[in-house]
């Protein structure tokens, strides 16, 4: 089976293609390079340094494909609030592009990265596929709409979809290249910034008056080698017709202040930090209900957060 990977040059997309190849797949990958690196596509996987929205780059990238996992897109809150016409433009549009060119091509087959920003502030704790979508910024916008969008296309167009929500990705995947890393410029999220934290630039902790026991946000963070695990079984689970919504999160939470605990257990040495006020946007607690996950497509995480934060710490180094 040929599975066309978009984004595939990204820290999550490249990790989905080692695994994927190592498991027999095919691969081809579109990717554009802006945010993505192209030394991360390894040799013998046909890659297309292409754009979402290039239609004939598009069409190239399709040729031979059995199905598609879209991870291609803009993915910072902070920058979607200040370029919002860009996060349309790339994520909504390019996905438009996508699914016309596989109308084109005959491809029916795609499992898409959506995410936990699509609920904004939830109601309830924790967060089924069912919940109230209420998107609190322009970059969870985009990734409502392309569900969306990808739900009316498996009406009219008959196929077979997958949106799988991410909450917080973390962690990385040693393989016979090295280790596949999180190269993010500017890097926002947290596990990053906290293992760069030093004395000169203090990790900021963003509120300490958050309605939690510690006062610090809840965040649910899942080592990417499970999400990649996720979607391997979002693909054989794909029907004709059909378009289903998954929860990818541990089912737990961590305070920020217990991800710097968890780094200063990795590092063996106090982490600093620097009280800042809340980041305009965050929810205080966003925490999964994989229950669905579970139970439909057999997936359950197995990596923590201290293993999370080890590898991506090993990663760095
Ligand atoms: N935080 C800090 N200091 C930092 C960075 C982050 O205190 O230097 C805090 C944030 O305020 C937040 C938590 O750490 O409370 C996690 O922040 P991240 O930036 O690591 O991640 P987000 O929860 O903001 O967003 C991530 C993805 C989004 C996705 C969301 C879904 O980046 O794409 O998870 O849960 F939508």
Same mark, same amino acid.
């Given at each position: 089976m040929?599975?066309?990977?978009?984004?595939?040059?990204g820290?999550?997309?490249?990790?989905?293609?080692?695994?994927?190849?190592?498991?027999?797949?095919?691969?081809?990958?579109?990717?554009?390079?802006?945010?993505?690196?192209?030394?991360?596509?390894? /040799?013998?996987? $046909?890659? #297309?340094?292409?754009?979402? +929205?290039?239609?004939?780059?598009? =069409?190239? !990238? *399709?040729?031979?494909?059995?199905?598609?996992?879209?991870?291609?897109?803009?993915?910072?809150v902070?920058?979607?609030?200040?370029?919002?016409?860009?996060?349309?433009?790339?994520?909504?549009?390019?996905?438009?592009?996508?699914?016309?060119?596989?109308?084109?091509?005959?491809v029916?087959?795609?499992?898409?990265?959506?995410?936990?920003a699509?609920?904004?502030?939830?109601?309830?704790?924790?967060?089924?596929?069912?919940?109230?979508?209420?998107?609190?910024?322009?970059y969870?916008?985009?990734?409502?709409?392309?569900?969306?969008?990808?739900?009316?296309e /498996?009406?009219? $167009?008959? #196929?077979?979809?997958?949106? +799988?929500?991410?909450?917080?990705? =973390?962690? !990385? *995947?040693?393989?016979?290249?090295?280790?596949?890393?999180?190269?993010?410029?500017?890097?926002?999220?947290?596990?990053?910034?906290?293992?760069?934290?030093?004395?000169?630039?203090?990790?900021?902790i963003?509120?300490g008056d958050?309605?939690?026991?510690?006062?610090?946000?809840?965040?649910?963070?899942?080592?990417?080698?499970?999400?990649?695990?996720?979607?391997?079984k979002?693909?054989?689970s794909?029907?004709?017709?059909?378009?289903?919504?998954?929860?990818?999160?541990?089912?737990?939470?961590?305070?920020?202040?217990?991800?710097?605990?968890?780094?200063?257990?990795a590092?063996?040495?106090?982490?600093?930090?620097?009280?800042?006020?809340?980041?305009?946007?965050?929810?205080?607690?966003?925490?999964?209900?994989?229950?669905?996950?579970?139970?439909?497509?057999?997936?359950?995480?197995?990596?923590?957060i201290?293993?999370?934060?080890?590898?991506?710490?090993?990663?760095?180094?």
């Amino acid at each position: 089976m040929r599975v066309l990977v978009t984004g595939g040059a990204g820290y999550i997309g490249s990790t989905a293609v080692e695994i994927m190849r190592h498991q027999g797949f095919e691969i081809s990958v579109l990717d554009d390079c802006s945010t993505g690196h192209a030394d991360s596509v390894p /040799s013998g996987v $046909r890659f #297309i340094q292409g754009s979402l +929205l290039n239609e004939k780059e598009i =069409a190239e !990238a *399709l040729m031979g494909v059995d199905a598609v996992i879209h991870f291609a897109g803009k993915s910072l809150v902070g920058e979607s609030v200040e370029k919002p016409d860009l996060y349309q433009r790339v994520n909504v549009g390019g996905t438009r592009n996508l699914l016309d060119g596989m109308h084109t091509a005959g491809v029916k087959k795609i499992v898409f990265s959506s995410s936990a920003a699509t609920y904004g502030e939830p109601a309830v704790i924790p967060i089924k596929e069912n919940a109230q979508t209420s998107p609190t910024n322009p970059y969870g916008a985009t990734k409502l709409e392309i569900d969306h969008m990808i739900h009316a296309e /498996s009406e009219i $167009r008959n #196929i077979a979809a997958v949106s +799988l929500r991410y909450f917080n990705v =973390a962690g !990385a *995947l040693n393989c016979d290249r090295g280790w596949l890393s999180e190269r993010h410029n500017p890097e926002t999220h947290l596990i990053p910034n906290v293992l760069r934290s030093s004395g000169e630039t203090p990790v900021r902790i963003f509120g300490g008056d958050w309605p939690t026991p510690d006062g610090t946000c809840i965040r649910d963070y899942v080592h990417v080698i499970d999400l990649i695990d996720a979607h391997i079984k979002a693909l054989n689970s794909l029907e004709l017709g059909v378009h289903e919504i998954y929860n990818l999160g541990s089912g737990d939470g961590y305070s920020v202040r217990q991800v710097i605990a968890a780094a200063a257990r990795a590092k063996g040495q106090e982490i600093p930090t620097i009280d800042s006020p809340r980041r305009t946007g965050d929810p205080a607690v966003l925490i999964a209900d994989i229950s669905k996950a579970k139970s439909i497509l057999g997936w359950s995480p197995s990596r923590g957060i201290d293993e999370m934060v080890s590898d991506t710490l090993a990663s760095f180094n």
